[in-house]
């Protein structure tokens, strides 16, 4: 990009920040939360196209699966070279760089131990009732293959399922790293003895797992974050399989006050705007962090080699909102409901943080940058998105078990409570309910 372009563009960024005493400043908010809900969800056209895609390879299988992958990826595959087989499997783990290898088993550890800690599914029984927790059988991981290779989707995905006691997981992910799937990602499926792995992408390897086209048979459920075709291609397949949540495009948001370092509050939008669309903002109650936070994103974004897409990106889904109050702020956060939520407020953080109600995870503290949580610290950074974490969660090892519920009640039991369920049933006009329970009390032996 030449210099006077960049300038120029540069310049643009001052549009991204809004103080409250601005007529228009409520309304602003809302287009900046609707920016970001839009980019997790489809338009009408959008909708037509994924419609068609899906339409496709529920027709014609894996001819059209084929076909797909040639169109967005540029990849000529046939069926029969869609799975990774275990030979490359092996190559790419021998290949692997030592010390990444090491950082790869200590990230397995982390996320291992949290998910166990944090883990539900044991049994309970009661005196009549109880609850039984049993794995799910089969799961489609989908790891994004676009912008950059991303082992740890991997790690944060097929950590939990296993910890759930998952004995089947299958890895999707779009053949972009010279015609096959970047050779970190296959090393991180062979170290977590993952065998089931296959070159494809998009909307059409969703539904390839939902629907289940020779040799991918289908799963019970799909996870993973991804661009919004995968997750709107996993919102139109939920019910035929479950779903973890609608997970991406990424997202920050950052309460701030004056104590904050605007040079580290610039680097952490910046390193989910570099996601592209990947959306950061910044709520404050200081201007002078907000403009200072803007003359950093102007420095930092101008020394990048992809400066032009991050600037759009922060014009599309950024801002920087300088509120009159931090009780203003706690209450468009927890409108905002974002993926992630990272709070630096000095002392005030973690009083802060107990305010939050809706967020994906939050991140306390001027030391926790998301990079930690997306690699390190144990929860998953598998996250709902675009204001979808006011009912959707941070997938865990609980998503990987269903819960079956236990009734055995004796013949003094149901004696007991005979005459109040056969009342109910008869009170909704269901007398084949109530005689279900009736006649056992006429013919008790």
């Known amino acids: 990009m030449r210099r006077t372009q960049r300038k120029r563009m540069l310049s643009e960024l001052d549009k991204i920040l809004i103080k409250y005493d601005q007529q228009d400043f409520f309304k602003r908010i809302i287009e900046i939360r609707y920016a970001v809900f839009r980019a997790a969800h489809f338009d009408i ?4 196209q994924l419609n068609d895609i899906l339409s496709e390879v529920g027709r014609r299988g894996n001819e059209a699966v084929a076909e797909y992958t040639e169109k967005f990826d540029g990849v000529k595959l046939t069926p029969e070279q869609f ?27 982390n996320v291992k131990e949290y998910q166990s800690k944090i883990f539900v599914g044991k049994d309970k029984r009661f005196k009549s009732t109880g609850i039984r927790y049993t794995p799910i059988k089969r799961v489609g991981i989908c790891v994004p293959g676009a912008s950059a290779p991303l082992p740890s989707t991997v790690i944060m995905t097929a950590v939990p399922a296993q910890v759930a006691g998952v004995k089947e997981i299958v890895v999707v992910s779009p053949p972009r790293y010279k015609g ?10 062979k170290e977590l003895k993952i ?7 998009g909307a059409q390897a969703v539904l390839a797992l939902a629907k289940g086209l020779n040799p991918i048979r289908s799963v019970d459920k799909i996870v993973g974050p991804g661009n919004a075709w995968v997750q709107n291609a996993k919102k139109k397949v939920l019910g035929l399989v479950g779903i973890d949540s609608i997970a991406g495009p990424s997202e920050v948001l950052i309460i701030a006050n004056k104590k904050a370092n605007p ?11 570099e996601h ?39 014009l599309g889904f950024g801002a920087l909102v300088v509120f009159e109050n931090m009780a203003d702020i706690v209450t468009q956060a927890n409108s905002f409901a974002a993926e992630h939520l990272q709070i ?26 998301v990079a930690v949580g997306d690699y390190w ?62 006649i056992r009390q006429e013919n008790r032996s």
């Open 180 to 189: 096959s799937i970047n050779p970190v990602i296959l090393a991180t499926c």
């Open 45 to 48: 056209e959008k909708e037509k």
């Open 344 to 369: 630096q407020c000095g002392k005030q953080s973690r009083q802060i943080a107990k305010k939050i109600q809706n967020a994906g995870a939050i991140f306390i503290g001027d030391y926790s940058p």
């Open 263 to 273: 040079v580290w509050v610039a680097a952490d939008m910046l390193s989910q705007a």
């Open 377 to 438: 610290a144990g929860p998953s950074h598998t996250l709902p998105t675009g204001t979808s974490a006011r009912f959707f969660s941070a997938l865990s090892a609980n998503d990987f078990v269903k819960a079956t519920s236990i009734i055995e009640y004796d013949k003094k039991k149901l004696a007991e409570s005979a005459e109040d369920i056969i009342r109910l049933a008869e009170a909704e006009g269901l007398d084949a309910h109530a005689r279900s329970v009736r």
């Open 276 to 314: 592209n669309p990947g959306s950061a903002v910044l709520f404050t109650d200081s201007e002078k962090l907000g403009q200072d936070v803007l003359s950093e994103l102007k420095k930092q974004t101008g020394q990048l080699s992809r400066s032009k897409e991050t600037i759009d990106c922060l």
């Open 195 to 201: 065998k089931e792995v296959y070159r494809i992408g």
């Open 83 to 109: 799975r990774i087989s275990e030979a490359e499997l092996q190559e790419a783990y021998k290949a692997i760089d030592k010390k990444l290898l090491k950082s790869i088993r200590q990230a397995i550890k």
